[in-house]
């Protein structure tokens, strides 16, 4: 088996793949890639199986060490990457055995995806290899990684980097090229406490920024903007949580539930982001902004179904 | 026989609620958890998750794959109430009542230490849902002579087996964490243990109980 070290791991750098689903009703967080699309891509590129664990690196990246050849990927956020000093170009490189990848300056975007060819082979737990750090689960040791971790890396497949054919990707797959600025534009569904809040309050979502605050993490983005108003006062009883959910606090001030959130919560929800816009979602970092806007159950599948689509072609071509 | 149909509501496009009457009761947590049994059972397309709560269930699902009509359908058959379940498994916890906060719940509720143990091994729980942490389950209902609110200020440090009481709920800390409950004892057992066969020990619609060690 082989590795890659960490020399320097970076502000927030997990072990992170499609999540650990079907064991929320045992109070297990789903948890999973921030932006699911471009861990995706990241994974297409190398040949990896979509299911394959990949490194999420946040804001800050870290730099690694190779023990042998391996082709990576790099998608999501945009930061200038450079092997054993030399900038490194497009999305994919090859890595020679005893090289230093090192993440540099972030251009734009709050999450890159780091994929290896043969994956992270980090144990499984739980049928997911992807780290909640609250509850210590799964990744490398259930946390972020630190200077000295070594990473074991499954088998290798092979194929050399040259045979590979990097496909343009689309807006619907790249969130980080559809941002202007830091500024995420994100489409909601009403509910399922709708009836918790006045409509002209649902209305006046839309159009209006929020602020992701600094007290934003992969559990969720406390953003501060206009307040939101309940229009009934009493307790929401605990129920399960969605990704994507607006929650609002009694304060006004909307919760915006990520990755790694509790299983349960008892805020009222007055609407939900759409998957399709979940990837960008997944880009925001504190000081960005974000706006809603109102949109269809037909709408949210149409864009469901060509994000997906361009997802499958990407897959295809990197395998030709 | 009362037949119940839950109201249905949608969250977002991946998700759907199915909620029951909007309170903490075991009959109605009874029906979420009947619904959640049929539709494992129903074994539908597409779904990723399903999750019962107090009152409700939640349904994860691919949209681009499960069939939401059919979903729907399964989530508004008619449940009976008063319907024989199939009873949850029944758990009876050792606990050796020596919590930090034991003192405290007796300044608050009036009662002695030996009296707060004998409200909380008399009872039988429900397990109404497990949330907030891996295997942390939501029991309850307490004798209300020992209900007290949540701390003011929750600890940052927990330790994995303890045994604690918040409102009308009890609850066992399956690892440690960050906790707002008032800490009455400490257990042995493990409510989350990964190399185990069953690696959660509670369900939903199960029953516990609790006896002094």
């Known amino acids: 088996m082989s590795f890659i070290r960490v020399i320097r791991p970076g502000l927030q750098t997990t072990v992170q793949d499609a999540g650990r689903w079907g064991w929320q009703a045992s109070g297990v967080s789903v948890a999973g890639a921030m932006d699911l699309c471009s861990l995706r891509v990241a994974n297409a590129l190398v040949g990896n199986d979509a299911r394959a664990a990949a490194l999420e690196v946040t804001l800050l990246g870290p730099e690694l060490e190779f023990e042998d050849d391996r082709f990576v990927s790099m998608t999501g956020a945009r930061f200038e990457v450079s ?116 409509s002209a309050a649902i209305a006046a979502l839309a159009g209006v920024r929020y602020e992701v605050t600094s007290q934003s993490n992969r559990m969720g983005y406390r953003l501060e903007g206009p307040a939101i108003p309940w229009r009934r006062d009493a307790e929401v009883i605990s129920s399960g949580t969605t990704i994507g959910a607006l929650q609002v606090p009694r304060s006004g001030q909307p919760i915006l539930l990520m990755s790694d959130r509790q299983t349960s919560g008892g805020y009222p929800i007055i609407a939900t982001v759409i998957v399709a816009d979940l990837c960008v979602a997944g880009q925001l970092a504190p000081g960005d902004s974000v706006e809603f806007a109102a949109c269809t159950l037909d709408e949210a599948l149409l864009a469901a179904r060509a994000q997906e689509k361009s997802l499958l072609a990407v897959e295809r071509e990197a395998q030709s | 026989v009362t037949r119940t149909i839950a109201a249905i509501a949608e969250a977002g496009d991946s998700a759907l609620v199915a909620a029951f009457e909007e309170r903490v009761d075991p009959a109605v947590n009874d029906l979420a958890v009947k619904l959640a049994r049929r539709l494992h059972a129903a074994r539908l397309d597409g779904i990723r998750d399903i999750v019962p709560a107090f009152h409700t269930v939640t349904v994860y699902f691919d949209p681009l794959v499960a069939d939401r009509r059919e979903l729907r359908a399964q989530l508004t058959v008619p449940l009976m109430s008063d319907a024989a379940v199939k009873p949850g498994a029944h758990h009876e916890i050792l606990v050796r009542y020596e919590g930090e906060d034991l003192g405290e719940v007796a300044r608050i509720t009036g009662l002695s230490e030996q009296q707060i143990v004998e409200a909380h091994t008399a009872g039988t729980y429900r397990v109404f849902m497990l949330g907030f942490l891996p295997g942390f389950a939501y029991m309850g209902t307490l004798d209300p002579r020992i209900a007290v609110p949540r701390r003011t200020a929750p600890r940052t440090r927990v330790p994995a087996g303890a045994v604690a009481i918040a409102g009308q709920q009890t609850g066992i800390y399956p690892m440690e964490s960050p906790g707002g409950w008032h800490l009455i004892g400490r257990t042995n057992v493990r409510p989350y243990d990964p190399d185990r066969d069953r690696p959660f020990m509670f369900s939903a619609g199960d029953t516990v109980r609790f006896a002094a060690e």
């Open chain 1, 83 to 198: 092997l054993n000093g030399r900038p490194v170009q497009g999305p994919a490189v090859a890595v020679a055995a005893g090289s230093r990848l090192q993440f540099g300056t972030r251009r734009s975007g709050a999450r890159a995806y780091l994929a290896i060819d043969g994956g992270l082979a980090v144990p499984e737990v739980l049928g997911s290899r992807a780290t909640h750090v609250v509850s210590h689960l799964g990744g490398f040791a259930g946390r972020a990684l630190t200077a000295g971790d070594r990473l074991p890396l499954g088998p290798a497949s092979g194929r050399t980097a040259s045979a590979r054919h990097v496909p343009g990707l689309d807006v619907s797959i790249d969130p980080v090229a559809g941002m202007r600025g830091g500024h995420g534009y994100l489409r909601v569904l009403p509910g399922p406490h709708a009836e918790w809040f006045d």
